[in-house]
């Protein structure tokens, strides 16, 4: 029999009573111009879920804890032009001896002021806002489903509070060698013109996915991105889902991103005869703002994907979606909620889904420390492969820290 999971969210919401973010960890200054600055990630989640789990087509209830993210960060500064990053997360558990940590991200800032710097080596591309959103400072438990359409995080969506692939938005052929991050160059700037109108772009290029049978191109990955804010400014190269009341801003942003022959072609044979070609665009509008006691954040973006109708599973993939997400913080406390669509081009409608979250997240320091409690219902236009379910719904503890 199936939890009753909507009163299970009731009464661990009920339990989360417990007693300003400060983003910087542990800092050691080596002299006037020099330091190290050491932080750390943990997120911690208990999942209860839908899954098939002895394979007869239908969904059983199924418990799971989670390391979500499991990260050291350590920044370096040699001094106000140059300066280093290096960003540690658990991997997979291997043959039985635990879990093994590795870089995610390593790389080198190079500022010759506000407007005019550069991230060279491995990063976020600055695909949509989302993926310019720190891990740290999300709002619900963690980033929407279509989040992953773009290139380096496979092209599909994900399910269960993206804990999970939804394997029939998936193009398995396209994969990138870096796992959501890319390796290049990030041109990037940000300044003000006025005391309420801020900008901020980014320009880069990067590996890509480089189609394995297809040994004559190095076809690079290229990404634009622009921001403009009114009031308050986002001045960093990541934003957050969720300022708790401490900014009032209104933000408008477009990305584009393109490369060339990421996937192969084939005809009715199945032999090989071209190459399949990536788009992706995504425009996105952010809110936060004071409202009565509280503060009112919201946050809602299109995007497209186009991967040239390369395969069946690529039609699958691509086509085009939205989020949209709020919350109001009041004292320590911050409801949500969190709804999405995406509709691909496949004739069957495989692959296109809805989905709704609704949850609350208390924070006992800001950011630094808090607990959300979310509920998702995921329901895809055609049954689950190799099921007879049309929903998968998940409820989330997660405890959240960072410094």
């Given at each position: 029999?199936?939890?009753?999971?909507?009163?299970?969210?009731?009464?661990?919401?009920?339990?989360?009573?417990?007693?300003?973010?400060?983003?910087?960890?542990?800092?050691?200054?080596?002299?006037?111009?020099?330091?190290?600055?050491?932080?750390?990630?943990?997120?911690?989640?208990?999942?209860?879920?839908?899954?098939?789990?002895?394979?007869?087509?239908?969904?059983?209830?199924?418990?799971?804890?989670?390391?979500?993210?499991?990260?050291?960060?350590?920044?370096?500064?040699?001094?106000?032009?140059?300066?280093?990053?290096?960003?540690?997360?658990?991997?997979?558990?291997?043959?039985?001896?635990?879990?093994?940590?590795?870089?995610?991200?390593?790389?080198?800032?190079?500022?010759?002021?506000?407007?005019?710097?550069?991230?060279?080596?491995?990063?976020?591309?600055?695909?949509?806002?989302?993926?310019?959103?720190?891990?740290?400072?999300?709002?619900?438990?963690?980033?929407?489903?279509?989040?992953?359409?773009?290139?380096?995080?496979?092209?599909?969506?994900?399910?269960?509070?993206?804990?999970?692939?939804?394997?029939?938005?998936?193009?398995?052929?396209?994969?990138?060698?870096?796992?959501?991050?890319?390796?290049?160059?990030?041109?990037?700037?940000?300044?003000?013109?006025?005391?309420?109108?801020?900008?901020?772009?980014?320009?880069?290029?990067?590996?890509?996915?480089?189609?394995?049978?297809?040994?004559?191109?190095?076809?690079?990955?290229?990404?634009?991105?622009?921001?403009?804010?009114?009031f308050d400014a986002e001045p960093g190269?990541?934003?957050?889902?969720?300022?708790?009341?401490?900014?009032?801003?209104?933000?408008?942003?477009?990305?584009?991103?393109?490369?060339?022959?990421?996937?192969?072609?084939?005809?009715?044979?199945?032999?090989?005869?071209?190459?399949?070609?990536?788009?992706?665009?995504?425009?996105?509008?952010?809110?936060?703002?004071?409202?009565?006691?509280?503060?009112?954040?919201?946050?809602?973006?299109?995007?497209?994907?186009?991967?040239?109708?390369?395969?069946?599973?690529?039609?699958?993939?691509?086509?085009?979606?939205?989020?949209?997400?709020?919350?109001?913080?009041?004292?320590?406390?911050?409801?949500w909620f969190e709804y999405e669509e995406?509709?691909?081009?496949?004739?069957?409608?495989?692959?296109?889904?809805?989905?709704?979250?609704?949850?609350?997240?208390?924070?006992?320091?800001?950011?630094?420390?808090?607990?959300?409690?979310?509920?998702?219902?995921?329901?895809?236009?055609?049954?689950?492969?190799?099921?007879?379910?049309?929903?998968?719904?998940?409820?989330?503890?997660g405890l959240y820290t960072t410094y």
């Amino acid at each position: 029999m199936k939890t009753p999971r909507i009163a299970l969210l009731a009464g661990v919401a009920a339990g989360l009573v417990v007693g300003s973010p400060a983003w910087a960890g542990a800092k050691l200054k080596i002299d006037d111009e020099s330091s190290i600055d050491l932080g750390f990630r943990v997120q911690a989640l208990t999942i209860f879920t839908d899954k098939d789990l002895d394979g007869d087509g239908s969904f059983d209830d199924e418990t799971d804890f989670r390391v979500r993210r499991a990260r050291f960060r350590l920044k370096g500064t040699v001094n106000k032009y140059m300066s280093a990053f290096i960003q540690t997360d658990a991997g997979s558990e291997s043959g039985g001896s635990g879990t093994d940590m590795r870089i995610i991200d390593s790389w080198v800032n190079l500022k010759y002021n506000n407007w005019v710097q550069g991230f060279f080596g491995q990063h976020m591309a600055p695909s949509s806002r989302m993926a310019t959103t720190s891990s740290g400072a999300l709002m619900t438990i963690d980033r929407p489903n279509n989040n992953t359409k773009n290139l380096t995080w496979g092209a599909r969506a994900t399910n269960r509070f993206a804990t999970a692939t939804y394997a029939d938005s998936n193009d398995g052929a396209i994969s990138g060698p870096n796992a959501v991050r890319d390796v290049g160059a990030t041109f990037f700037g940000t300044g003000s013109f006025s005391d309420t109108m801020h900008l901020k772009y980014y320009a880069g290029v990067y590996d890509g996915v480089q189609n394995a049978t297809d040994t004559d191109d190095d076809n690079l990955r290229t990404t634009v991105r622009a921001q403009m804010n009114f009031f308050d400014a986002e001045p960093g190269y990541f934003n957050s889902s969720t300022y708790l009341g401490k900014k009032k801003t209104i933000a408008i942003g477009a990305s584009f991103e393109a490369q060339d022959e990421v996937q192969n072609t084939f005809d009715a044979a199945g032999v090989v005869n071209g190459a399949g070609d990536y788009e992706y665009y995504s425009v996105d509008a952010f809110v936060e703002w004071p409202l009565g006691p509280g503060s009112l954040t919201a946050e809602a973006a299109f995007s497209d994907l186009d991967l040239d109708d390369a395969t069946a599973a690529a039609t699958q993939s691509q086509g085009d979606g939205y989020y949209f997400q709020a919350g109001y913080y009041i004292n320590q406390w911050q409801p949500w909620f969190e709804y999405e669509e995406w509709d691909g081009d496949a004739d069957s409608d495989l692959g296109d889904y809805d989905s709704f979250r609704i949850g609350v997240s208390y924070f006992l320091k800001g950011h630094n420390a808090n607990i959300k409690l979310g509920y998702e219902s995921f329901s895809p236009d055609q049954n689950f492969t190799g099921t007879n379910e049309d929903e998968i719904e998940t409820i989330v503890l997660g405890l959240y820290t960072t410094y």
